[in-house]
């Protein structure tokens, strides 16, 4: 860990867009943009901050193994990692969408459910997928799958799917139907505890400017 700069951990896509904002609020600007660019360590107007590009899922590790000291990432990926040493200042109310559980269109969810019936559950959430059937005492078998959820209940692969639903949109295009929202999601600023203490000068200045932004909305 370096004690002389700050190093941020950002995603590809939505997140990063969406984070752009936020950066400026901290008179932090990429060098470069990600999507164009094959780098992943990518510089700033300033001297004393970078970013890293990252997937998704893995920003909490690096942030949590002090690779970087801050990081956004989405609450559904937290919920999946689950938050180990991490401390999270701020919902930043960016990338937001639900977490829902989805069939294709003609199943009886309700009625399966009703009967007390087994259910197959295809998921890249697990902890999240689990929990929710838990707490409604739904006996589940789950299935982890990485991507193309929609697939799985068309060919017979699952009855159901927990996936993130933003417009609705693919889950329409492939037949499929919301039928049970789990949670809301939106990414949060996370943030190594060691690091903060380390260099609280560096990192401080940055989580208020982003609550400013935040709560300026």
């Known amino acids: 860990m370096s004690t002389t700069g700050i190093t941020l951990a950002l995603s590809k896509g939505r997140i990063f867009e969406e984070t752009l904002p936020l950066l400026a609020a901290a008179g932090i600007t990429p060098t470069e943009n990600p999507e164009s660019s094959r780098k992943l360590i990518i510089g700033t107007n300033r001297d004393d901050v970078r970013l890293i590009i990252v997937r998704a899922s893995d920003v909490p590790t690096y942030v949590q193994y002090g690779a970087a000291d801050l990081g956004i990432a989405g609450k559904d990926v937290l919920n999946e990692h689950g938050g180990s040493g991490l401390y999270q200042p701020l919902d930043l109310q ?43 005492g739904v006996h589940i078998d789950l299935i982890k799958l990485y991507g193309s959820m929609e697939l799985a209940p068309l060919v017979g692969l699952s009855d159901v799917i927990v996936d993130l639903v933003s417009t609705g949109g693919t889950l329409k295009a492939n037949g499929l139907v919301a039928v049970e929202h789990i949670s809301d999601i939106s990414s949060r600023l996370v943030v190594n505890q060691a690091a903060l203490k380390l260099k609280r000068a560096l990192i401080q200045p940055v989580i208020d400017a982003f609550a400013s932004a935040v709560a300026s909305r």
């Open 94 to 136: 960016i990338a937001k969408c639900r977490m829902m559980v989805a069939v294709r269109e003609g199943y009886d969810y309700a009625g399966t459910v009703k009967q007390g019936a087994r259910i197959r559950v295809a998921t890249k959430y697990v902890n999240a997928a689990r929990d929710h059937f838990a707490s409604k």
